[in-house]
Each structure stands twice: as structure tokens, then as C-alpha cells.
């Protein structure tokens, strides 16, 4: 092993181990934990920051330029997810609940955001791209935000449902 010397505080994602108080991990599947960041906040990135990962590059094939729509932008997995697709030439509309969550939306990655207590998500996010909807919504939410997911999509987008904080989305009867 030489990405790590011994004292280095390591981080990994398993499912096996996990709560035990040693564990031996192939060095490829551990990163390095900086001094700065606290075990607690290394273990709860870990797994975020692996949906965030999953989120914005496996599923959808996203190009700079590109506009989408997350639902929870100032939650844990939204915060990450917003900088890396921000980081990747993405333009992010943000949806969240408070105008405390909008200036931390619009700090972590989002061109704009809408606060959907106020404002009409889908109609927003129609104006925001001249009618013709987002290919992509990442919505954690679930029941509440489902119908204005769907409709701030443009034909043929994609509709991520990876969470259900609401309660699940409705069934879609065929």
C-alpha cells in the first residue's frame, strides 16, 4: 500500500464491517480523511457523497451546458450533488423550502433557485428554461414534489425519484 502511511484516518463505504471497531479494506475502496474533517462528518459524506456521485454521472449522460432541477438542494445529499453538477458545466435549479435554504442553494451550486413554498415549481422552471422543461429532475422529496418534478420536465427528460422524505411518489397505473 502506498497511498496511505500508518497513522493516516481512512474512510470507506462496505457493507460488511461497517459498526466494527477494526476492518481490514482493500486500499483502492478507502480514501484519505483530512485533519480538518471530523470522523462524524467523514462517515455521513462517505455515503452522500456516493449517491451524489451515482446521481450525476451514472444514470443520466449530462453535458456542460445542460439544465436540471433538484429537489432538496440544500440537504445533505442536494449540497453535494449541486457542486459536483455545477463543477461539471451543469447549470442547477434548485428547489427548497425556506429563503435560508435559497442562499445556501445558490452558495453550493445552483444558478437559480426556487423556494416552493412560494412559488410555482414547474412554472418556474419553464420561464427559467423558455418553455421547454429540464432533461433531468433529481428528486429526493417524493409525494409532495412528484407532479411538479413531472411537469418540469421536457419531453422525453427523466424523472430521478431517490428518495421519498414526503412519502412515496403515487403508482403509476399503466
Known amino acids: 500500500v502506498d497511498r496511505f502511511k500508518i497513522g493516516d484516518r481512512a474512510a470507506y463505504c ?29 462517515a455521513a459524506v462517505m455515503l452522500k457523497g456516493l449517491t451524489a456521485e451515482f446521481l ?11 439544465t ?7 440537504g445533505g445529499v442536494g449540497l453535494i450533488l449541486c457542486q459536483w453538477l455545477n463543477h461539471l ?3 442547477v435549479i434548485g428547489a427548497v423550502g425556506s429563503a435560508e435554504k435559497m442562499s445556501l442553494a445558490l452558495e453550493h ?12 415549481v414547474a412554472a418556474r422552471v ?6 421547454a422543461g429540464v432533461p433531468v429532475v433529481y ?7 412528484f407532479d411538479a418534478s413531472l411537469a418540469s420536465l421536457r419531453r422525453r427528460g427523466l424523472l430521478i425519484s431517490f428518495g421519498n422524505a414526503s412519502g412515496p411518489v403515487p403508482a403509476i397505473a399503466p
Open 56 to 66: 450525476a454521472r451514472r444514470i443520466w449522460p449530462l453535458v456542460a451546458g445542460d
Open 14 to 42: 462496505s457493507t460488511l464491517g461497517g459498526y466494527a471497531e477494526f476492518n481490514v479494506v482493500k486500499a483502492d475502496r478507502a480514501v484519505r480523511v483530512p485533519k480538518s474533517i471530523s470522523d462524524d462528518v467523514a
Open 126 to 131: 419553464r420561464s427559467l428554461t423558455g418553455g
Open 89 to 91: 458545466g451543469i447549470r
Open 68 to 74: 436540471v432541477l433538484v429537489h432538496a438542494a440544500a
Open 139 to 145: 428528486d429526493s422529496v417524493g409525494a409532495a414534489t
Open 109 to 120: 451550486g445552483c444558478a437559480e433557485a426556487i423556494n416552493y413554498r412560494e412559488e410555482d
